[in-house]
């Protein structure tokens, strides 16, 4: 308990002065506004709205990578113990993934994954 | 190794995510944000099940979260498909703005 | 444990139609036609041999899959399974029966349809035969995601998608409940097996309030009142067959899963009596007054049958009280309704889709709509009068001994006043009833401005035909019906 009680000191310290620095900015720093300084600066680069349209087929190819990515998840607690299952884990294996080669083809067929 | 933190705490803590989650759904207004508060929800859940499951030293219930998180990610694909959907219609999410039909 | 394929044969009804959905999907990309009625067709069989097979093994022993007792099999193919399987089957055939008109009006005429049809039902199928708590999860949750997706099919209709966003925020709101509840549940038992769970004693909080979640779950599902809100909109936007099959497949399949909850994992036991009963003795109240007012002040036809579905969520409640009270009947009577609602339901939206404009539009709904339909289209009036005075509960239909059953069952599990209120319920929808039958008969066609001609279509026809013949089959003859919902009730341990 001794160790995290230093370690909860450091995050009081650490709060302080960025607090205290803050302040004194705040207080006694000049403002000078103008258009200029109050574009975000990014490396000289021309910085673009942050709500710019983005081509709907990258949301398409984004769920899709969601769904297929997130069904190999029970791929590895399979692997840990596949020998242990023997020959009914591996038929449960290949008829799931067979479902999900299925679903591929279907989204490949049904022009999905056509970026244009 | 400092003892084991119980499984009360984790309790707390997802009862108080959940809370959290639950509470988001009422109050914002923007679909994805009040999807992003089921999803929280889930995920309390979650937490309540991988912490019991380590509390009852049962491996099922490892495998009940992967189940979970498998069918949020489906659900997460329907319900962002439908948005889309909703958002090339009227160019808006807003739940407030779901206003066609009344009576 | 290992698994050879005989051993799969119990799981067959549902099997086939993962199957037929699948192949629909294949051939849709790879050898689709514009005209998807085959694609109907293909789902019509499908479902009417799930069913054939599930009825089939009526009266055969349990057969538990992937697991040896009670306690740790996922999956239980018990003659309820086996009755739950074949109703949601029927309501599936129904509702592809009523689709391809429709869809060819709307412009939604995908194969994927019928194949996101079926996988709904198979979720169904799943719910009704699940365990545990976390196989049920998973059935609902097929059921639920091929739902959403059914509901917002015409993306072009702004109430469509308004309705699937609608469904869809609820719905995963509900799941977000019943998850908690069903991890809770988990904590508290170490298992999350219906069979485990009845082992246990109330008093503990963390299954308390488990348990109170999960019924929150459910009461989203059902659309019971308080959380009954987003019912309304979501049946007025989706298309007309799928608002049909959502109104009778999802709630037959959620009451199927409550009633195997209460017998099997709450135990019927003191635990049930104290602390569940009068909880769901005022959401069952609730729901049935909730839902009739609203039904009677509606203006559009499609809301007015929202809200009545909503009470009549009400009249299943009732009966699920008096199963927690231990009263054998009540499963059956449950059981029954949920059948004659089904058919009288699915029917009364099919004469909507007979009647819907391609132009669609709230106005084609309202009551004045259907001024004088009657006399235009005596078979379709004659069809819609019988479907009204089913759901109001009059005889000679089913609707009539449903509600017999299912208040029978109440008074004679002592609860008198349960039973009162459903009738006084009944007289109040009585009402909005007859209105539709005045709005078809009563009321002269409006001389100039446009009059709604009927869709031809021979699948339409069949669809309410087919619900037409068994709303008045189970009114002549229910006890065919009662003796299987008795068998199913038995392998239950009644």
């Given at each position: 308990?001794?160790?995290y009680?230093?370690?909860?000191?450091?995050?009081?310290?650490?709060?302080?002065?960025?607090?205290?620095?803050?302040?004194?900015?705040?207080?006694?720093?000049?403002?000078?506004?103008?258009?200029?300084?109050?574009?975000?600066?990014?490396c000289g680069?021309?910085?673009?709205?942050?709500?710019?349209?983005?081509?709907?087929?990258?949301?398409?190819?984004?769920?899709?990578?969601?769904?297929?990515?997130?069904?190999?998840v029970?791929l590895y607690?399979?692997?840990?113990?596949?020998?242990?299952?023997g020959?009914t884990?591996?038929?449960?294996?290949?008829?799931?993934?067979?479902?999900?080669?299925?679903?591929?083809?279907?989204?490949?067929?049904?022009?999905?994954?056509?970026?244009? | 190794?400092?003892?084991?933190?119980?499984?009360?705490?984790?309790?707390?803590?997802?009862?108080?995510?959940?809370?959290?989650?639950?509470a988001?759904?009422l109050?914002?207004?923007?679909?994805?944000?009040?999807?992003?508060?089921?999803?929280?929800?889930?995920?309390?859940a979650?937490?309540?099940?991988?912490?019991?499951?380590?509390?009852?030293a049962?491996?099922?219930?490892h495998?009940?979260?992967l189940?979970?998180?498998?069918?949020?990610?489906?659900?997460?694909?329907?319900?962002?498909?439908?948005?889309?959907?909703m958002?090339?219609?009227?160019?808006?999410?807003?739940v407030?703005?779901?206003?066609?039909?009344?009576? | 444990?290992?698994?050879?394929?005989p051993?799969?044969?119990?799981?067959?009804?549902?099997?086939?139609?993962?199957?037929?959905?699948?192949?629909?999907l294949?051939?849709?990309?790879?050898?689709g036609?514009?005209?998807?009625?085959?694609?109907?067709?293909?789902?019509?069989?499908?479902?009417?041999?799930?069913?054939?097979?599930?009825?089939?093994?009526?009266?055969?022993?349990?057969?538990?899959?992937?697991?040896?007792?009670?306690?740790?099999?996922?999956?239980?193919?018990?003659?309820?399974?086996?009755?739950?399987?074949?109703?949601?089957?029927?309501?599936?055939?129904v509702a592809a029966?009523?689709?391809?008109?429709?869809?060819?009006?709307?412009?939604?005429?995908?194969?994927?349809?019928?194949?996101l049809?079926?996988?709904?039902?198979?979720?169904?199928?799943?719910?009704?035969?699940?365990?545990?708590?976390?196989?049920?999860?998973?059935?609902?949750?097929?059921?639920?995601?091929?739902?959403?997706?059914?509901?917002?099919?015409?993306?072009?209709?702004?109430?469509?998608?308004?309705?699937?966003l609608?469904?869809?925020?609820?719905?995963?709101?509900?799941?977000?409940?019943?998850?908690?509840?069903?991890?809770?549940?988990?904590?508290?038992?170490?298992?999350?097996?219906?069979?485990?769970?009845?082992?246990?004693?109330?008093?503990?909080?963390?299954?308390?309030?488990?348990?109170?979640l999960?019924?929150?779950?459910?009461?989203?599902?059902?659309?019971?009142v308080?959380?009954?809100?987003?019912a309304?909109?979501?049946?007025?936007?989706?298309?007309?067959?799928?608002?049909?099959?959502?109104?009778?497949?999802?709630k037959?399949a959620?009451?199927?899963?409550l009633?195997?909850?209460?017998?099997?994992?709450?135990g019927?036991s003191a635990?049930?009596?104290?602390?569940?009963?009068?909880?769901?003795?005022a959401?069952?109240?609730?729901?049935?007054?909730v839902?009739?007012?609203?039904?009677?002040?509606?203006q559009?036809?499609?809301?007015?049958?929202a809200?009545?579905?909503?009470?009549?969520?009400g009249?299943?409640?009732?009966?699920?009280?008096?199963?927690?009270?231990?009263?054998?009947?009540?499963?059956?009577?449950?059981i029954?309704?949920?059948?004659?609602?089904?058919f009288?339901?699915l029917?009364?939206?099919?004469?909507?889709?007979?009647?819907?404009?391609?132009?669609?539009?709230?106005?084609?709904?309202?009551?004045?709509?259907f001024?004088?339909?009657?006399?235009?289209h005596?078979?379709?009036?004659?069809?819609?009068?019988?479907?009204?005075?089913?759901l109001?509960?009059?005889?000679?239909?089913?609707?009539?001994?449903?509600?017999?059953?299912?208040?029978?069952a109440a008074?004679?599990?002592?609860?008198?006043?349960?039973?009162l209120?459903?009738?006084?319920?009944?007289?109040?929808?009585?009402?909005y009833?007859?209105?539709v039958?005045?709005?078809?008969?009563?009321?002269?066609?409006?001389?100039?401005?446009?009059?709604?001609?009927?869709?031809?279509?021979?699948?339409?026809?069949l669809?309410?035909?087919?619900?037409?013949?068994?709303?008045?089959q189970?009114?002549?003859?229910?006890?065919?019906?009662?003796a299987?919902?008795?068998?199913?009730?038995?392998?239950?341990?009644?």
């Amino acid at each position: 308990m001794h160790s995290y009680g230093l370690l909860l000191v450091l995050f009081g310290i650490a709060a302080g002065i960025a607090t205290i620095l803050y302040a004194i900015t705040v207080t006694l720093g000049p403002r000078a506004r103008n258009p200029t300084k109050d574009e975000p600066f990014e490396c000289g680069n021309i910085v673009k709205q942050v709500n710019h349209r983005v081509s709907v087929k990258f949301y398409i190819v984004a769920l899709l990578f969601i769904l297929f990515d997130m069904e190999t998840v029970f791929l590895y607690p399979w692997a840990v113990i596949y020998r242990d299952l023997g020959w009914t884990g591996f038929w449960a294996m290949i008829s799931f993934v067979s479902v999900l080669m299925l679903g591929l083809v279907y989204v490949w067929k049904k022009g999905a994954l056509d970026w244009d | 190794m400092s003892p084991a933190i119980p499984v009360e705490n984790y309790l707390y803590l997802a009862i108080v995510l959940f809370s959290i989650g639950a509470a988001g759904v009422l109050i914002r207004r923007n679909a994805i944000v009040v999807f992003m508060c089921i999803e929280l929800m889930l995920n309390a859940a979650n937490l309540v099940l991988i912490s019991f499951a380590r509390h009852h030293a049962d491996p099922a219930g490892h495998i009940y979260v992967l189940l979970v998180m498998a069918v949020a990610a489906a659900e997460v694909a329907v319900g962002l498909a439908i948005m889309i959907a909703m958002f090339r219609e009227r160019k808006s999410i807003h739940v407030d703005d779901l206003r066609d039909m009344h009576g | 444990m290992s698994i050879s394929l005989p051993a799969l044969e119990p799981l067959l009804p549902g099997l086939l139609l993962v199957g037929v959905a699948i192949l629909l999907l294949m051939y849709e990309v790879f050898a689709g036609q514009a005209d998807r009625t085959y694609a109907a067709h293909l789902a019509v069989v499908g479902l009417g041999l799930s069913m054939f097979l599930s009825l089939k093994a009526v009266g055969t022993p349990r057969a538990l899959l992937f697991g040896t007792d009670l306690a740790n099999a996922p999956l239980i193919v018990d003659d309820f399974a086996r009755v739950a399987s074949a109703l949601v089957a029927a309501a599936g055939l129904v509702a592809a029966l009523l689709s391809p008109s429709y869809a060819k009006n709307a412009g939604h005429d995908h194969g994927e349809y019928y194949g996101l049809i079926l996988f709904a039902v198979v979720g169904m199928m799943i719910m009704s035969m699940a365990g545990d708590l976390m196989t049920f999860f998973l059935g609902l949750e097929t059921m639920s995601i091929a739902v959403y997706a059914l509901t917002g099919l015409r993306a072009h209709d702004p109430r469509s998608t308004e309705a699937a966003l609608k469904y869809f925020l609820m719905g995963a709101f509900a799941t977000g409940f019943l998850l908690f509840g069903i991890a809770l549940v988990y904590g508290a038992t170490a298992s999350v097996s219906l069979a485990t769970l009845a082992t246990f004693k109330a008093g503990s909080p963390l299954l308390t309030l488990g348990i109170a979640l999960i019924l929150i779950g459910f009461a989203f599902k059902v659309a019971a009142v308080p959380f009954h809100m987003w019912a309304p909109d979501v049946y007025e936007g989706a298309p007309t067959p799928v608002t049909g099959f959502m109104a009778v497949g999802v709630k037959a399949a959620a009451f199927i899963a409550l009633l195997r909850l209460v017998h099997s994992g709450l135990g019927v036991s003191a635990q049930t009596d104290s602390t569940w009963i009068p909880i769901l003795s005022a959401l069952a109240v609730l729901t049935i007054l909730v839902g009739n007012v609203l039904a009677l002040v509606q203006q559009n036809v499609k809301r007015m049958l929202a809200y009545s579905s909503v009470s009549h969520a009400g009249y299943l409640l009732i009966g699920v009280v008096a199963a927690a009270r231990g009263e054998a009947s009540a499963g059956s009577a449950i059981i029954f309704y949920l059948t004659s609602y089904t058919f009288m339901t699915l029917g009364a939206f099919g004469v909507l889709t007979f009647l819907e404009r391609k132009e669609g539009g709230p106005e084609s709904e309202r009551y004045g709509a259907f001024a004088g339909i009657g006399f235009r289209h005596p078979a379709l009036g004659m069809a819609m009068s019988l479907f009204m005075v089913a759901l109001a509960g009059m005889p000679p239909t089913g609707g009539f001994f449903g509600k017999l059953y299912l208040f029978t069952a109440a008074i004679r599990a002592e609860e008198t006043w349960l039973a009162l209120v459903g009738i006084a319920g009944s007289l109040i929808s009585v009402y909005y009833y007859l209105r539709v039958i005045v709005a078809f008969y009563m009321r002269e066609v409006p001389e100039p401005g446009p009059t709604p001609t009927a869709t031809r279509s021979a699948q339409l026809t069949l669809g309410v035909a087919l619900a037409a013949f068994f709303v008045l089959q189970l009114g002549l003859f229910p006890a065919p019906l009662l003796a299987l919902t008795k068998s199913a009730m038995l392998s239950l341990g009644l």
